[in-house]
């Protein structure tokens, strides 16, 4: 037996349908891609001044 506390996700939410086929979605997932990727990119720009 450990001492790690147990998380009980039986009452936690299942995705949707259409949550689920966003997720596999190449084209949507590389939008998200590169708008993370500029956000990231304009907070290190924005470090260098």
């Known amino acids: 037996m ?3 506390p147990v ?5 936690s939410p299942l995705p ?4 689920l086929r966003m ?3 190449l084209p ?3 939008t998200r891609f ?3 990727n500029t956000r ?3 907070m290190v720009l924005k470090g260098h001044h």
């Open 2 to 4: 450990t001492n790690q």
């Open 40 to 42: 990231i990119m304009r």
């Open 23 to 25: 997720r596999r979605s």
């Open 16 to 19: 949707t349908a259409k949550t």
């Open 34 to 36: 590169l708008a993370f």
């Open 28 to 30: 949507f997932q590389f």
């Open 7 to 11: 998380a009980d996700l039986s009452k």
